[in-house]
């Protein structure tokens, strides 16, 4: 074991904020990270044990108790779960005589859930070992418990359960771009760091990650900023539950990203760049980092890339399974390896990010846009999409449609004209920014996706008219109680609140009052919370309760549900309970609660 983490932590130079590659190389070499392990990890890295193992707790694909040999995550995405997941785990469970989330004794498989695995629209998807395998059936599922159960190795298995699909149906500019590897590296190099600066800002070009924060005034105020050195950092953690774009773009336009954070290099003057991949898409990094091989051959990456002098690289990180390392600070926190809690801001990542130098974080997709504006300039982003939202949207899309996958469009694009083209059957719903968001019934459906109308990360999630909108709502308020970093208390109370009280209503013993609980809950964590998880956990929850009103009334406890205040009821009530007071007076026996007409509402129990 000690020879092991020896070598391992030497191939990182010892350095101790590669922590989370380190404790992942370990685990993938020892099973698990046992605490002798943790122990003579902090050894050789010079840090506390509390610290490596305060990293190896937070993120959930590291496991500080024994796994299986055979590591099976279901995707719990509420996609997932509408074509049968969670069945399928209980088929694959019961061929194995197991329980999920536990391990089987002789130690050969452990079965359990993940959050997202970014394969809506292919599911339901499985991660075994961190390979991903799309459109499980009954019959994969049982074949996959006899391979288990002959412990035939992963290489083994039938090679098409492997196959992840693009799902590509609607191209514009950004997956129509055929540009050489270089060019646009090229073309900003001749601009000079000052006209690209202009041409990114004329382009009006804001960031496709979720917040649409202007991608020049992030370049200016890095730029700017005073370091040793400056970073370009791409976040492709895509946890949003429904989203999958970034995936297809790492997949498909990866030499793109790879311009365009050279791009980014050179109008903020950083010689180093960083991608943040999801730990779910590490099946990408083989291919990905052979990519970076091939590039560095080629002469896009390394000496005098961006210039004489000013050389560019770009190395890979993997997350480790943690929703939260998407929020930009969380994610350098990572970087650093760190447990990925978002950090106290200002000062912003701009200033005082990685290593706490200048860093600018930008999505997959802002990047390789910026990568196009520096070949055509920013008059053409311009004369795409609205006045206020220039270019084009990469939008995932799945659930209750013909033909899920990847479709872009120029901004200004109406939810109707997705559905359309997604070949959507009555659709009752979308979620427009996945469960962080705002969830559109058919009224809305006229709207337009850009930033002045519906703005969005990517996920359009659609359900139809038989779907039950409470199980959605339950879904995804179980989602942010599993993912809250649990830093600040009204994030990690109100979503662990919610969560229970959702499955109160689930078994039939929920009141009004939990409905209003809830309501409670949405107002205080906005605002309050420490960071846009918080913020965002409950905006789908209260665009459903105001929407879809009676999906959660009708698991109302059935002696306290009343779906309305009955005035006539309780007026009538009222005067029978008048007449018995009357009665009860004449008796000699006048009790006061006899005569309390408020008991006569709807009356609920916490
Ligand atoms: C909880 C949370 C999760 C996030 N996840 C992502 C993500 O997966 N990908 C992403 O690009 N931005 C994500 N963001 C937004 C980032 O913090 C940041 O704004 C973004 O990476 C900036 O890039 P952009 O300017 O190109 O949009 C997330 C934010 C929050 C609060
Ligand atoms: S809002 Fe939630 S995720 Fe964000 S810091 Fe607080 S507990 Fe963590």
Same mark, same amino acid.
């Given at each position: 074991?000690?020879?092991?983490?020896?070598? @391992?932590?030497?191939?990182?130079?010892?350095?101790?904020?590669?922590?989370?590659?380190?404790?992942?190389?370990?685990? %993938?070499?020892?099973?698990?990270?046992? #605490?002798?392990?943790?122990?003579?990890?902090?050894?050789?890295?010079?840090? /506390?044990?509390?610290?490596?193992?305060?990293?190896?707790?937070?993120?959930?694909?590291?496991?500080?108790? #024994?796994?299986?040999?055979?590591?099976?995550?279901?995707?719990?995405?509420?996609?997932?779960? *509408?074509?049968?997941?969670?069945? $399928?785990?209980?088929?694959?469970? +019961?061929?194995?005589?197991?329980?999920?989330?536990?391990?089987?004794?002789?130690?050969?498989?452990?079965?359990?859930? /993940?959050?997202? /695995?970014?394969?809506?629209?292919?599911?339901?998807?499985?991660?075994?070992?961190?390979?991903?395998?799309?459109?499980?059936?009954?019959?994969?599922?049982?074949?996959?418990?006899?391979? @288990?159960?002959?412990?035939?190795?992963?290489?083994?298995?039938?090679?098409?359960?492997?196959?992840?699909?693009?799902?590509?149906?609607?191209? %514009?500019?950004?997956?129509?771009?055929? $540009?050489?590897?270089?060019?646009?590296?090229?073309?900003?190099?001749?601009?000079?760091?000052?006209?690209?600066?202009?041409?990114?800002?004329?382009?009006?070009?804001?960031?496709?990650?979720?917040?649409?924060?202007?991608?020049?005034?992030?370049?200016?105020?890095?730029?700017?900023?005073?370091?040793?050195?400056?970073?370009?950092?791409?976040?492709?953690?895509?946890?949003?539950?429904?989203?999958? +774009?970034?995936?297809?773009?790492?997949?498909?336009?990866?030499?793109?990203?790879?311009?365009?954070?050279?791009?980014?290099?050179?109008?903020?003057?950083?010689?180093?760049?960083? @991608?943040?991949?999801?730990?779910?898409?590490? !099946?990408?990094?083989?291919?990905?980092?052979?990519?970076?091989?091939?590039?560095?051959?080629?002469?896009?990456?390394?000496?005098?890339?961006?210039?004489?002098?000013?050389?560019?690289?770009?190395?890979?990180?993997?997350?480790?399974?943690?929703?939260?390392?998407?929020?930009?600070?969380?994610?350098?926190?990572?970087?650093?390896? +760190?447990?990925?809690?978002?950090?106290?801001?200002?000062?912003? #990542?701009?200033?005082?990010?990685?290593?706490?130098?200048?860093?600018?974080?930008?999505?997959?997709?802002?990047?390789?846009?910026?990568?196009?504006?520096?070949?055509?300039?920013?008059?053409?982003?311009?004369? @795409?999409?609205?006045?206020?939202?220039?270019?084009? +949207?990469?939008?995932?899309?799945?659930?209750?449609?013909?033909?899920?996958?990847? !479709?872009?469009?120029?901004?200004?694009?109406?939810?109707?004209?997705?559905?359309?083209?997604?070949?959507?059957?009555?659709?009752?719903?979308?979620?427009?920014?996945?469960?962080?968001?705002?969830?559109?019934?058919?009224?809305?459906?006229?709207?337009?996706?850009?930033?002045?109308?519906?703005?969005?990360?990517?996920?359009? *999630?659609?359900?139809?008219?038989?779907?039950?909108?409470?199980?959605?709502?339950?879904?995804?308020?179980?989602?942010?109680?599993?993912?809250?970093?649990?830093?600040?208390?009204?994030?990690?109370?109100?979503?662990?609140?919610?969560?229970?009280?959702?499955?109160?209503?689930?078994?039939?013993?929920?009141?009004?009052?939990?409905? %209003?609980?809830?309501?409670?809950?949405?107002?205080? *964590?906005?605002?309050?919370?420490?960071?846009?998880?918080?913020?965002?956990?409950?905006?789908?929850?209260?665009?459903?309760?105001?929407?879809?009103?009676?999906?959660?009334?009708?698991?109302?406890?059935?002696?306290?549900?009343?779906?309305?205040?009955?005035?006539?009821?309780?007026?009538?009530?009222?005067?029978?309970?008048?007449?018995?007071?009357?009665?009860?007076?004449?008796?000699?026996?006048?009790?006061?609660?006899?005569?309390?007409?408020?008991? /006569?509402?709807?009356?609920?129990? #916490?």
């Amino acid at each position: 074991m000690l020879a092991t983490i020896q070598r @391992i932590v030497d191939n990182h130079g010892r350095n101790a904020t590669r922590l989370v590659q380190i404790l992942r190389e370990v685990q %993938d070499a020892l099973g698990w990270l046992a #605490p002798d392990t943790l122990t003579a990890l902090a050894t050789a890295l010079g840090l /506390t044990h509390a610290q490596v193992e305060s990293t190896a707790g937070f993120y959930h694909f590291f496991h500080t108790r #024994p796994q299986g040999d055979y590591r099976v995550l279901f995707s719990d995405n509420i996609t997932d779960r *509408m074509l049968g997941s969670a069945d $399928l785990m209980q088929a694959l469970c +019961k061929d194995l005589w197991l329980e999920p989330g536990h391990v089987s004794e002789d130690g050969l498989v452990s079965v359990g859930t /993940t959050s997202c /695995t970014g394969l809506c629209d292919q599911g339901p998807a499985v991660l075994v070992n961190y390979r991903a395998l799309a459109h499980m059936t009954p019959s994969t599922i049982r074949q996959m418990a006899q391979l @288990i159960r002959a412990r035939v190795p992963l290489d083994q298995w039938p090679a098409d359960w492997f196959v992840v699909q693009d799902n590509i149906r609607r191209r %514009d500019i950004v997956l129509n771009a055929e $540009l050489a590897p270089g060019a646009p590296l090229a073309a900003a190099r001749e601009r000079g760091a000052d006209a690209l600066l202009n041409e990114i800002e004329h382009a009006g070009l804001r960031g496709r990650g979720g917040a649409g924060f202007s991608t020049a005034t992030k370049w200016r105020a890095c730029r700017a900023a005073p370091g040793s050195t400056h970073y370009v950092v791409c976040n492709a953690d895509e946890g949003e539950p429904g989203t999958f +774009k970034d995936r297809v773009l790492l997949t498909t336009r990866f030499d793109l990203l790879l311009d365009g954070m050279g791009v980014a290099a050179l109008a903020v003057g950083a010689s180093h760049g960083l @991608i943040y991949l999801r730990g779910e898409y590490r !099946y990408l990094l083989p291919q990905l980092e052979a990519q970076l091989v091939q590039r560095r051959q080629q002469g896009l990456l390394g000496a005098d890339v961006l210039g004489p002098g000013c050389s560019f690289d770009v190395e890979i990180h993997l997350g480790a399974g943690a929703y939260i390392c998407g929020e930009e600070s969380a994610l350098i926190e990572s970087l650093e390896g +760190k447990p990925g809690r978002p950090r106290i801001r200002p000062p912003f #990542p701009v200033t005082h990010g990685y290593l706490g130098q200048p860093t600018t974080v930008n999505n997959v997709e802002t990047l390789i846009v910026a990568a196009l504006v520096a070949v055509h300039g920013g008059a053409w982003l311009r004369a @795409i999409g609205t006045p206020v939202s220039s270019g084009t +949207k990469v939008l995932s899309v799945s659930g209750d449609v013909a033909r899920p996958g990847i !479709y872009e469009y120029p901004f200004g694009v109406r939810i109707a004209e997705v559905l359309a083209d997604a070949g959507a059957v009555q659709p009752l719903m979308v979620t427009t920014a996945g469960a962080a968001g705002s969830c559109l019934a058919a009224d809305a459906f006229g709207r337009r996706i850009a930033f002045e109308d519906v703005p969005t990360g990517g996920s359009i *999630m659609v359900f139809n008219d038989s779907r039950d909108v409470f199980d959605v709502a339950r879904n995804f308020v179980h989602f942010f109680a599993h993912e809250s970093c649990g830093f600040c208390t009204p994030c990690r109370v109100g979503t662990a609140v919610n969560a229970r009280l959702m499955d109160k209503l689930a078994t039939d013993h929920g009141s009004p009052y939990d409905l %209003d609980e809830m309501e409670r809950m949405h107002q205080l *964590m906005q605002g309050a919370s420490h960071c846009g998880l918080g913020n965002t956990a409950t905006l789908a929850l209260r665009d459903l309760l105001h929407t879809f009103r009676p999906a959660f009334e009708r698991r109302l406890h059935a002696q306290s549900y009343e779906p309305a205040f009955d005035l006539d009821a309780a007026l009538s009530q009222a005067r029978r309970m008048t007449r018995r007071d009357d009665a009860d007076a004449h008796l000699g026996d006048n009790h006061s609660s006899h005569t309390a007409a408020p008991a /006569t509402l709807p009356e609920s129990q #916490p």
